[in-house]
């Protein structure tokens, strides 16, 4: 056994970092961050991370999850960085705010902590950013946002925007505007000079990494939490390895935090029982898990379909048919990938992401075993909510409407579905084999309020029926955001770093 940490974090990912750096400003407190992959120095992050466009997931980055084939009859990848920086430093680098609506609906879930009045002052004072207007933007935080306009974009993506307002969609010019209606235009990036950031840059810079109370343990992969009676004490590691932490918190993501807490007898006692793990907490724990379903259209583009930087994207961002009041739960997002073709010759590809972002179908996470080795049984149930499917054909529908209009019917010649009187089973068919998700997973350890019988944790993170240990980071969601999820995810750290903070003065005042 180690001496004790004031603080354990386990997963140096979006919320990790953040948490070992706002958590370790405090002198006296003893923090432990432990990530499971490698860590690089803040300035000496692999080219291939700090890529403007989506990173190359090399398998040694990526923890190896991947969900049953369920409905769709095909596994469908789930990335999850295994790399110090986690999510942050593997995504597509978008920086989108959740909207009021998002926060309306975790608010019904008793957390009344977490309206929009009461997160906006975080999202403005972690970022920095020269857009927007002053009263909804940060100037100075840690956080660097770029927001591209369509005029710094690449010349597909121009000319798919301009087709865009040609069927009759509005610009925006700032998505993290919280009362721009749905429209078109350029993603907000975290990217300076093209490169992306993560959080392990951004806030584990070298003077935090230099503070002698914290500690950053790297290759290091946790096994479960180890209790006394019913507070947690322990990281166990798999190598045998167990660290004593006053309060431990889980922050690795939503895969790895709910298989965590079932290895430590934290779950549905049902299944808790059948793996052979003694029930610490009968909780429902990997029950209500959300990702936002995808479907990609692929266009070849002419040899020469004009200038521009390919590091950006846009995006088309509105309300279905089937929207609630005040929620933009559709989405199309548009990049420019390198591919080969059938000889092997480079060219340029189109790619329309095409994303219900309002989810209402939710999986499942379980364990396969209880071996911290064998990856957890991740099961999506896209589409299983008849809405979901709706809208996805829907929007594939608004995609190829604006495909087939200029300016960017004249720069494509070929695509994977011909020609716009393809039929509507053919598209539905086509949907279900490419069907995929956003990786933008959430909500398998819910938060909420005493009588929501969904909550794991509390509206601080706190897991509810133990003590001394928290999980933050996107799976305490209690409901998927309509957005990427990276920037929430960092702003539920703040929020509950702060608290916690604010906690520690109280008491030592």
Not at 406 to 435: C, H, K, N, Q, Y
Request: charged share 20%; with cysteine; net charge negative.
């Amino acid at each position: 056994m180690t001496e004790p940490h004031d603080i354990v974090i386990v997963g140096g990912g979006s919320a990790g970092c953040v948490l070992a750096a706002r958590l370790s400003a405090d002198p006296n407190r003893r923090v432990l961050l432990i990530e499971g992959g490698p860590g690089y120095p803040p300035d000496a992050y692999p080219a291939d991370l700090t890529a403007g466009s989506f990173a190359s997931i090399e398998p040694y980055r990526s923890w190896g999850f991947a969900s049953v084939p369920g409905r769709t009859g095909h596994g469908i990848t789930a990335h999850a960085g295994r790399v110090l920086g986690g999510g942050s430093a593997i995504n597509g680098g978008i920086s989108r705010r959740a909207r009021p609506n998002d926060f309306e609906r975790w608010v019904e879930h008793g957390l009344p902590d977490w309206s929009f009045e009461q997160v906006v002052g975080t999202f403005k004072s972690l970022e920095n950013t020269e857009d927007g207007v002053d009263r909804w933007h940060g100037r100075s935080g840690p956080w660097p946002v770029r927001h591209s306009q369509p005029e710094e974009l690449a010349a597909p993506i121009r000319a798919f925007l301009d087709a865009t307002a040609q069927a009759g969609y509005a610009l925006v010019r700032d998505f993290n505007d919280p009362e721009q209606a749905g429209g078109y235009g350029g993603e907000p990036k975290n990217l300076v000079d093209g490169y992306r950031q993560n959080t392990a840059m951004v806030y584990l810079t070298e003077a935090v990494r230099a503070r002698p109370n914290l500690t950053i343990q790297c290759d290091a992969t946790v096994d479960r939490i180890g209790f006394e009676g019913n507070r947690a004490t322990t990281v166990r590691l798999i190598d045998g390895q167990s660290i004593w932490g006053k309060e431990i918190i889980l922050s690795a993501g939503v895969y790895g935090s709910p298989a965590v807490l079932l290895r430590s007898g934290i779950g549905p006692a049902h299944h808790l029982d059948a793996c052979g793990i003694e029930v610490v907490a009968d909780l429902p724990v990997g029950e209500a898990l959300r990702d936002q379903p995808m479907y990609v259209l692929h266009y070849v583009l002419k040899p020469d379909p004009g200038a521009g930087s390919d590091d950006g994207s846009g995006v088309l961002w509105i309300a279905s048919s089937k929207a609630a009041d005040g929620e933009l739960d559709l989405q199309l997002s548009i990049s420019v990938q390198p591919d080969l073709d059938a000889d092997g010759a480079p060219i340029r590809a189109l790619s329309v992401w095409a994303t219900v972002v309002a989810p209402r179908s939710a999986g499942t996470v379980r364990l396969k075993s209880a071996d911290p080795r064998v990856t957890p049984r991740i099961d999506y149930a896209l589409l299983s909510d008849e809405s979901d499917r709706r809208r996805l054909h829907e929007l594939a529908l608004i995609a190829r409407d604006i495909m087939a209009r200029e300016p960017i019917a004249s720069l494509v010649v070929d695509d994977d579905l011909r020609g716009p009187g393809a039929s509507p089973d053919e598209l539905d068919i086509a949907i279900r084999i490419g069907l995929t998700t956003f990786l933008h997973g959430t909500s398998t350890v819910p938060m909420g309020g005493d009588d929501d019988p969904a909550a794991v944790v509390d509206g601080w993170g706190r897991v509810k029926g133990v003590r001394g240990l928290r999980v933050v980071d996107a799976s305490i969601f209690p409901e998927a955001v309509s957005v990427p999820v990276n920037l929430t995810t960092i702003m539920v750290a703040e929020r509950v770093a702060e608290a916690m903070l604010t906690q520690a003065r109280a008491e030592n005042a």
